[in-house]
């Protein structure tokens, strides 16, 4: 902008030529073209775009009258509700930063990160009252809290100063609201899981929640006005900034209080769902329901996981079942999956474990994202393209977040030498494809060589019993440590443990084999991955 | 990004967290991807999208040696030909600006765009040597001319120092070349045909360019890897963005020497060909084709067509044929088409021909784009919704141009109040469509009213003996002006000025059917539209 060539000469950003990138931008356009559409079904009540968006200008005058503006939290508490849709637009409608609350934490947690997020506001959903009541007597600042009640449930708490409808009806439907002042600016705050220490506030800015949501309608290949289900929670990394892209295309949000998969395959019959998201131990439980059931899809749903690399005997049997799944990868630092094993045409001829296979691999960046590799984490070279030669999973591009929040030294650390650093260990295939072996905390070094969690996992899974499975370090006065495998079985099954170890035997190295093999259910966080941490633990006390 | 505020203190952009949004990365990508899927065909040439990249890479690597770089243009004078899809890539990756010429200008106005563009680089096709030739000779400074000469044709005149595929083998098919410092720097130059004065060279920027190709995927949901037919000249508005757009999710581009109705249905049958675009005219050179052949395509063809209302007629005749058409609109100035008649399922209940009336409104804008309405000129306020009140369309969004090249007075004029102001007048309905009456110069105003040539013009394509045409005002003693129109008849039918009148006055306001009927046929630009200058020019003579 400071040249002086002639392209740069009187040619400056101005009203009609520059806008700020924002999803903001989407909902009042699909409010425009498509009012009288379904954008949104929650129990009984179905609203239009027209509706939907009136309800969001409210939800920002409603804020702004009482202060609120570019700078301030709003936090919520709430299953996947039209309640939490509305505030993923109305709260930065009105300059300020939606913090959507993980509502599996305890409430310490939920106190450490109001208190640390400065939410002034906080909208909470009846079935999280107790919680919440708990947590906000905690905070050193004031926070004005908003009941939502969707009046389905009977003997509700009401903690808040006035409740969710009550706060829309003192906003204005004409509210003329702003899009951001930079594009730069912060849309949203999603606090990691964080399985050690205290959680770290993930800051996405609009830049990021406009390319994302774009992301995942031109990478999945979305159609317009797909029927979406909310099998992933809405406060994990902004559903994938699902909110935003489904509304982009005009769709139609399916709420779900219960990711259950009664109500899940319910649903899809109820309403013609055409997508849906979940991390792989949803699409597990989905599959072993389905065969319970005997459940087969009368037209195909699009499914799309990550979280954890996915068994390929679960993506087998979703496959059987009619979903056509669609493998990703991401953090909450790259706003939910922005890389994705991106199909080839001529895969569909491997055979169906072969193809599965192929499918388990994180795959290649997303459009929107600048680069997906793989790196020698002291040098930052990339790795040989070998499939073999482990380094760290790195990301570069404009779905990367801000930065942790009030907490430069990591934001620091986690771009070191230009990239976002997962901390996940891979390596890169002949044909640039990435796949993950582990989290460098999961990995097992027994003698001296690496043993890959997922691998073991992957062998675990083709065991016709085995419904989950996981596989963590355990020390080991030989070899330093060894695979301790906690296993559940199907509940029609048996299989002893020297079962299970022969079987791993006949797919792995000696040395990669479970030495240990503890029946149990795995412990889980909120979306649905496994807490190795605690595995760990219970390994270290055998 | 000064703001103090804890969303903005210690995030700042960085190299992991931020890249310049520019279509440049679409080709890496798909080549790192679908590095041997087909990414061109032209004649009996097949590319790779990895050789595609290769030769890219080359041509930056070869004009970088030769001092070409930021700020500097490349001129290509070139029908559809993989040289001209090349140059979309290869010179912006250098730094330079490309500025694709259009092949049916004459030398004088050829040599106007090389001095004005101060082109240092001119890549020629063969076919258009002489007028080339002629050109260059009134340039006041010096020209690389480098020959493109796909070997197809003989007796070719070789007038530049080298061919297109030396100037390749100079460069390095490593170049490691760079996004540009600033996603805000031109990409490429493009002059408007300019009916009036000589012609403006409209600056288009990388981020503009990165959004309108995705804005084309988005908004007319183009599905992965689609196989695109290059009916519409590359050199107007850059193929509205499709050289980028079609790269961004690994389709094929196919090549067309000449756009001619026998050639489009052969590349189709020959291609598989899924997408293709084109002026209303085109459409109908197809149509009446097909309607002389009797040609149904064996699967739908999606066609998008814009830069003039297309009759509805000629809407529905495609529709028989196959294809499935979708009505965009936009100028030079925003990328191409950045308004889309956006599809409502229940349009499909309509008959036909209410259908194809819905079908031939602007509509609203791309996903992509900010704002696309209608203002009073005088006060820039919005029209009321009512499908009646006239006034200017304009756009608002980053799918707007950043100027035209040193000619600061025009550039402010036309961003005059905040909007790109397109000269053409028109209504918005109820429903928030927009729908254009005409540009402002080609509005017939006849004892005071208003008669929109469009809406005459529309009535003429209903009788069954017009091929085309077009309505211009003639001057009028008694009325100040009249409509006067310009009638090409099918080959095999005939009418007269009599019957031509009564048809006319059975669809329309008697005061807005035409006094005179001139039989002729019509002259085009090189985009397929008509050139009502000309015409109004013979009306003022007859």
């Known amino acids: 902008m400071t040249s002086n060539s002639k392209y740069d000469r009187d040619m400056h950003r101005n009203a009609a030529n520059y806008v700020p990138l924002s999803p903001l931008s989407f909902l009042r356009r699909t409010a425009d073209v498509f009012p009288t559409r379904t954008a949104v079904v929650d129990g009984d009540t179905r609203r239009t775009w027209a509706d939907t968006y009136r309800r969001c200008r409210q939800l920002a005058s409603a804020l702004s009258q009482r202060g609120i503006g570019t700078g301030d939290t709003v936090a919520v508490m709430a ?3 039209a309640v939490l849709l509305e505030a993923h637009f109305g709260v930065p409608m009105c300059g300020a930063v939606l913090n959507a609350l993980n509502t599996r934490l305890d409430a310490d947690a939920i106190a450490f990160i109001l208190e640390h997020g400065e939410a002034e506001v906080l909208i909470c959903d009846h079935e999280y009252a107790p919680i919440v009541k708990t947590a906000v007597t905690k905070l050193s600042h004031p926070i ?3 009941d939502a009640d969707d009046g389905l449930a009977t003997d509700v708490e009401h903690i808040g100063e006035l409740d969710y409808e009550q706060l829309l009806e003192e906003g204005g439907a004409d509210y003329e609201w702003s899009l951001p002042g930079d594009e730069w600016d912060a849309i949203s705050l999603n606090y990691t899981s964080g399985t050690t220490g205290n959680p770290k506030g993930v800051v996405y800015h609009h830049r990021g929640a406009y390319l994302g949501a774009i992301g995942n309608v031109v990478t999945w290949h979305m159609p317009q006005q797909p029927v979406y289900l909310w099998t992933l929670p809405m406060f994990h990394c902004n559903g994938w ?12 949000h399916i709420c779900l209080r219960k990711v259950e998969p009664e109500a899940i395959f319910d649903a899809i019959e109820a309403n013609g769902v055409t997508h849906l998201c979940g ?5 597990n439980m989905m599959a072993e329901y389905a065969r319970a059931k005997d459940i087969r899809l009368s037209k195909p749903v699009h499914m799309m996981t990550a979280g954890s690399a996915p068994p390929s005997a ?4 979703m496959e059987e079942i009619g979903f056509d799944v669609t493998h990703t990868y991401g953090l909450t630092e790259v706003y939910g999956p922005t890389s994705i094993c991106d199909w080839h045409e001529e895969w569909n001829h491997l055979a169906a474990d072969e193809r599965a296979a192929m499918k388990a691999r994180q795959g290649v ?14 040098t930052l070279e990339p790795v040989p393209h070998d499939g073999e030669t482990m380094g760290e999973l790195v990301f570069r591009g404009n779905a990367v977040m801000k930065g942790y929040l009030k907490n430069p030294d990591t934001s620091a650390e986690c771009f070191e030498g230009g990239y976002f650093r997962t901390g996940d260990l891979g390596v890169v295939h002949a044909d640039k494809y990435v796949e993950i072996r582990d989290r460098s905390k999961d990995i097992i070094i027994s003698g001296g060589e690496n043993i890959s969690s997922i691998e073991v996992e992957d062998a675990l899974y083709q065991h016709p019993s085995v419904s989950e499975a996981a596989v963590v370090a355990r020390p080991d006065a030989k070899w330093g ?4 495998a906690f296993v559940t079985l199907r509940a029609d099954t048996t299989a002893s443990e020297e079962e299970i170890i022969e079987h791993c035997q006949s797919r792995l190295a000696r040395f990669k084999c479970p030495r240990t093999i503890v029946f149990t259910e795995l412990p889980k966080t909120s979306t649905g991955k496994i807490q190795k941490f605690l595995l760990r633990e219970q390994a270290c006390n055998l």
């Open 144 to 146: 004005l809290i908003v």
């Open 365 to 378: 960046r997303y459009e929107v994202q600048e680069e997906f590799t793989v790196v020698n984490p002291e």
């Open 79 to 81: 299953p996947n509700t």
């Open 241 to 252: 900034c699902f909110p935003w892209a489904v509304t982009a295309i005009a769709g139609t």
């Open 314 to 317: 679960v993506l087998r049997r």
């Open 279 to 283: 991390a792989p131990i949803v699409m």
């Open 481 to 484: 440590e060894s695979p301790c």
